[in-house]
């Protein structure tokens, strides 16, 4: 495997694509290719090259987590989301934007079974063993989103710059579809630049898990007030981070047998999320 160190972002998005992968920190990456999951013959890396730090409302897709959790000038769901994600050493490797893109911890997708997100016509986990799957957006993939992150960027109405384009980060995500199984699609050589997150009057970001420290979320709430207007999302219980229209949409859950409890603790940490705001 070769590993390019290009000077430019032009160089880089020249070599991305035709079995290259962009590596920042790594930390979601490295694992993925070693597993045979991801087939890249070469990896570049842009660590150097994708903007890193906050300059107000701005964040650079190259901060790493363990520098938000401690930034004061962020919002609090956001700073909550990073400091619950992971473990120290990962969040001191793992940028915000690889974040946003890492894959699903579905066993069955990570035990490479010939599922529908690989490609497949089944869902091996909704016959299955499914007690950490989703409880929306689950008829064809019953994944669970495992960003913490993404929940808290959505709830907060963040946008994203990237090479090509802009757009909010609620839109990066869709269902897995026939045609196309990828959840967070980017153009070949598309690089995420930066996140605009704009400040709310205040902002939440609670989660279940199954210990205290280093866990991914069972369900992460995450919510945010700003001019009267709350916006919710929810980690952990979809394919992609899902925006919850109101907490009485929480009544249109489509739990497997084993996902049910999902939504009594979603409906627990909104009603807290919203106390607390
Ligand atoms: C054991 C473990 C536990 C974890 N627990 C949690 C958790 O509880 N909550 C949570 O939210 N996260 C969790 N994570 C995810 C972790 O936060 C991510 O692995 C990390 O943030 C990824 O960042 P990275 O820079 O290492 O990405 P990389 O591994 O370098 O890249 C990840 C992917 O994103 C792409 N990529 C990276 N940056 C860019 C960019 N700027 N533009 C375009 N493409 C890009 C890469 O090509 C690759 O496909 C966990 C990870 C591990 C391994
Ligand atoms: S939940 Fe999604 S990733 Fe897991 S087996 Fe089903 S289709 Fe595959």
Redesign the pocket.
Known sequence: MELLRPSSLEEATAALGNGS???????????LVRDGLVQADTLVD?RDL?PRGIDGSRIG??TT?AELEVEPQIPEALRE?CR????PQ??N???????L??STRCWYWRLKYPCYLHGGDVCHAKAGEHREHAIFGNERCASAH????AAALVALGASMRTTSRELPVADLYRLPTDDNRDVAP?EPG???LDLDVPTPDSSVYLKAMERQR????LVGVAAARTAGTTRIALAGVAPIPWLLASPEALDEATPLPRTAYKVDIARALVRRALEAL
Request: cysteine-free; proline content about 7%.
């Open positions: 992968r962009a590596l920042v920190g790594g930390t979601e990456l490295v694992p842009v994708i897709a190259g987590l989301a619950l994600a992971a473990s990962l969040r490797m793992g940028s915000v934007g690889g974040n893109l890492q495992p960003s913490d992150v980017l598309e690089l995420i280093y866990a991914f979320p």
